[in-house]
């Protein structure tokens, strides 16, 4: 294995060198062909000959209590005692050797396909609802890559299975480059466009959608334990949801052509699955040693979270921002693929049941992302980028044979939004009142709208205080740990409170870091509201 | 009217922008990435006071080493994921090169007994230790302050573990050339866990690393294991082991050592910008320097007791202690 490794290492390394020389024709190709080197007797040992020594590591501490080596609170091992740890069995394996060569191949394509491209005109001849999802992807993303590395690295620290910490070193390396790739490329967009500023900073502000991205990615990862982390992180989160975000987007971005963040989400998918494998092994230790009900708590809190972010980041990306024409599935579909398909297949073959808001999760396939992106289009001076509304003649069409019943409920609200466009009056477009957030998702509480209204707060009174959620999956996970969520407030909440001083739109921009040139607007200019308005006059 | 200024586009990231300067590659992609560090008060987007929140507000925000911008810091290398990679997987090409070439010129069977005994007592137990380092860099990645330092320690937790895994690599490639040669017990890649736990070799170097990594405060934390265990286990293992080697015919674990040593290099360089950095806030040198009280004895008693077990090696113990004094005071302590 190694000795062909090495080999073909070698061959890597010259094809490396000629891609970063260029393109500068046949005679240096011819060079490298002489260059192969001289085929030999290896003597290598086989990776599987030493990699049981390299994860076995494990002692017992005697200078420090175990307890001290491996406190509670960041490794939360549930109380399965290190020995039954040992067992732990990463099903895929790697080296170091072979891991710094295959990154090392994957980031000179990632990069180079990048270089070829700088040179083409996809960015400035992108629809302009193609330019936006990759500001929210880049701003939702990036960052929150990097936070995963700190989470990986607790693993790899805290974690009590030496296989695990190895290969959550890897993991930490993997989100390291996540997080460099998915800088490196909005920057080169940054002189084009100021709000791919946001690829970098709205992490670091009080945007609501950042919040609500710190608040998952936080209580996904951030602020969890090592044995949470392998479940919550990389089973549910990464297993499940992040394919959505990266293989459904990938193929979308293909068909829009622009390959550059085609590859480049591709290559990081490459990654996550094999470091979301950290979490299947963690589990059957978890099961084997009889604690089933906790693991299944974590997997029910992690898929509920998950699909919340990803309803809102992905869904209104595949079903309006993406142009109609190069859309390869709906949201839905690829969620029924993904989610119930697949996912579901892992759950059960672990010996995991279903989560128990199973059928009512796949019921929000439905309706939840609609929703969502009426919030994001009606508040769109909030956001880091310009949503596109979507809903052309044509993409009702195509929204009603998704969805059908479409037009009758979320289509009966933008009606009104259109007429009022239609007619001259984009200041009735905005928003006069504050939404009610939701204290788990600190996303505005939203559902259908129209002839089938079902919009409904689920609050809970907890010490005194009155929270609000957007469903009784949300609900649920705060009655789980309430001390992790109590002190928490939204940024209405904070509005309310007199936090966010003017106490009016311009006060809540300023509090979001969101500046004229940065605050987002339609996408198209509402140049898609010609349609109707010609519809109109033909019919006048 | 006042209405604001619309935001123009900008060349770079605006927190880069205002310095007039174009940025490198590794600001770009390095530079104030942590959130948790915005808000004192509360690290997570969630309960300020629960479990979580609270050791990230005790051993990061409330450690008595203090800097107004610790994201102010560059790593002197500045490396980046995409060089790194590029740097070890050549770094690999050579040592998996040299593991190849030994192995075929039938270098093991070369080995004298007794030096092979002094391998399976003083070389591959080793694995523990590099395993506790790497550990311990991944504790600090989580903990530092700013993404410039946690990026460090993210690179320098890889290194460890491409330490531990040569050290894997030669305890096999020992135990099938050696397998019934009188060598149970204490054999390669069998009697390594013992001898890590009780042998008098590796006592200190474990009471080292066993507090060090029991310690949560990310600057003593840091000043445990990247001022003193670190260059305990660089002076006494891979320099005192590496000189051993080469005077018992083992140019293979020499030559080994010293590729790890590139990294050590590459850690002191950019733990002494950092170190440089601390001292430039006034409240900083007491800190460091008490931490160091306490710490140094410990790593100097390590590598006292290890290099006592190298053979062919006049007081390899007082120059390791020597030599990480040495470097500590090149970085100003």
Redesign the interface.
């Known amino acids: 294995m ?2 062909s490794k ?1 080999r073909q ?2 061959m890597a ?1 010259a094809f490396i060198l000629l891609i970063e020389r260029g393109d500068d024709g046949s005679s240096q190709i011819g060079a490298e062909k002489n260059d192969k080197p001289e085929e030999h ?5 086989d990776r599987s ?3 049981d ?2 994860r ?2 494990n ?6 209590t175990d307890e ?2 491996f406190p509670d ?2 490794t939360g091992a549930q109380g399965v005692p290190a020995e039954k740890w040992e067992v732990y069995d990463e099903p895929y394996k790697t ?3 072979e891991y ?2 295959i ?2 191949e994957k ?1 000179a394509g990632a ?1 180079s396909v990048k270089a070829a491209l700088q040179r083409s005109r996809i960015f400035d001849d992108a629809d302009p609802g193609w330019r936006s999802i990759l500001k929210s992807h880049y701003g939702a993303i990036a ?1 929150g890559e ?2 995963a ?3 990986e ?2 693993m ?2 805290f974690g009590r299975a ?1 296989g695990m ?2 290969m ?3 993991g ?2 993997d989100e ?2 996540h ?2 790739l998915q ?2 490329f909005p ?1 080169e967009y ?5 709000q ?2 946001w ?3 709205a ?2 502000t009080n945007e609501w959608a950042a ?1 609500a991205a ?2 998952a990615f ?2 996904l990862f ?4 090592a044995t949470d982390i392998a479940v919550m992180l990389t089973f549910a989160f990464e297993t499940g949801f992040t394919n959505m975000q990266f293989l459904g987007l990938a193929a979308d971005a293909a068909e829009a052509g622009d390959y550059t963040f085609s590859s480049l989400i591709s290559s990081i998918q490459t990654d996550e699955s094999r470091h979301a494998q950290i979490g299947g092994p963690a589990l059957q230790v978890l099961i084997a040693n009889g604690r089933k009900a906790e693991a299944q708590k974590l997997v029910d809190v992690a898929i509920g979270r998950a699909w919340r972010i990803f309803c809102i980041l992905t869904g209104p990306s595949m079903d309006y921002n993406t142009p109609l024409a190069h859309r390869k599935q709906s949201f839905k579909e690829f969620m029924q693929e993904w989610i119930v398909g697949q996912f579901e297949r892992a759950l059960i073959d672990l010996g995991l049941d279903l989560p128990w808001y199973w059928d009512k999760m796949i019921a929000e396939f439905d309706y939840q992302h609609h929703a969502y992106q009426m919030g994001l289009w009606f508040w769109r001076p909030t956001l880091w980028w310009n949503p596109a509304a979507g809903v052309t003649p044509d993409c009702r069409d195509w929204l009603e044979e998704k969805y059908p019943g479409w037009n009758d409920t979320f289509g009966k609200a933008w009606d009104v939004i259109i007429d009022n466009l239609a007619a001259g009056h984009p200041e009735r477009t905005f928003p006069q009142t504050l939404p009610i957030v939701c204290n788990m998702s ?1 996303i505005p509480i939203c559902a259908v709208p129209g002839n089938r209204w079902n919009v409904k707060d689920y609050p809970l009174d907890y010490e005194g205080r009155l929270y609000h959620f957007n469903s009784e999956i949300d609900r649920w996970i705060f009655e789980q740990e309430p ?6 407030m939204t940024v209405v909440d904070r509005f309310l409170a007199g936090q966010i001083q003017p106490a009016d739109l311009s006060g809540a921009l300023a509090y979001m870091g969101l ?4 605050s987002g607007d339609d996408a198209h200019g509402y140049a898609w509201v010609e349609a109707y308005r010609n519809r109109r006059m033909a019919a006048e | 009217m006042n ?13 880069l922008a205002a310095r007039r300067r174009k940025p490198s ?1 590794y600001e ?3 530079t ?5 560090t ?1 808000r004192p008060d509360a ?11 609270q ?1 990230f507000k005790t051993h990061r925000n409330a450690s008595p080493l203090k800097h107004a911008d610790w994201n102010a810091f560059r790593d002197p290398d500045e490396m ?3 060089t ?3 740097l ?2 050549g770094q ?2 050579y ?3 040299l ?2 070439q030994f ?2 010129r039938g270098h093991d069977a070369m080995l004298e007994r007794a030096w092979v005994r002094h391998l399976a007592h003083i070389y591959t137990p080793a ?2 230790l590099f ?1 506790a380092l ?3 860099s ?2 600090l ?2 903990m530092a302050p700013a ?1 410039t330092i ?2 460090a ?2 690179y320098q ?2 290194d460890s ?2 330490w ?2 040569h050290t ?2 030669r ?3 020992l135990a ?1 050339r050696f397998e019934g040669q009188g060598f149970e017990g204490q054999g390669f ?1 069998t009697g ?2 013992a001898v ?2 009780t042998d008098p070799a590796w006592q200190g170097l ?2 080292l690393v ?2 060090g ?2 310690t949560y405060d990310w600057g003593e934390h840091f000043v445990a294991m990247n001022l003193v265990a670190r260059p305990a286990v660089e002076e006494a293992v891979l320099r005192g082991l590496g000189q051993a080697a080469r005077h018992n015919g083992d140019t293979l674990l020499a030559l080994l050592c010293d590729a790890q040593l590139v990294d050590a290099d590459r850690h002191r360089r950019w733990t002494g910008a950092l170190v440089k950095m601390m001292l430039d806030s006034a409240g900083n040198r007491p800190v460091l320097e008490g931490w160091l009280a306490k710490w140094a004895p410990l790593g100097d008693a390590a590598m006292e007791a290890y290099s006592a077990h190298l053979p062919d090696a006049r007081d390899a113990g007082g120059l390791a202690r020597d030599a990480a004094g040495a470097y500590r005071q090149s970085i100003g302590l």
Request: charged fraction near 25%.
């Open positions: 190694l000795q090495i290492r070698r390394v007797a290896m003597a290598l040992l000959e030493w990699y020594l390299a076995s590591t002692w017992t501490p005697t200078f420090v001290d080596l609170v960041m080296s170091f050797p710094v060569s990154q090392r980031d990069y960052l990097y936070a590395m700190s989470a690295a607790r790899a620290r030496p910490r190895n959550a070193t890897f930490m390396m390291n480059r997080a460099q800088l490196f920057h940054c002189p084009k466009d100021r791919f500023d690829g970098h900073k992490y670091h919040i710190r608040h936080d209580d951030m602020a969890r334990s600190q001390q992790r969520y109590r002190g928490h500046q004229p040139g940065e | 209405q604001p200024a619309i935001a123009q586009p900008l060349k770079t990231w605006s927190h590659e770009i992609v390095s104030n990435l942590h959130y948790t915005d690290p997570f987007e969630l309960d300020p006071d629960f479990p979580p929140a050791w980046v994921y995409r790194y990679n590029m070890q997987d690999e090409n040592v998996f090169g593991l190849d192995s075929e694995r523990y395993h790497q550990m311990g991944a504790y990645c989580q993404s946690s990026n320690a993210t937790t890889a573990l491409r531990l895994t894997a690599y305890t096999a490639e099938k890649g390594e866990r890590w736990e474990r009471e066993e507090r990594l029991a």
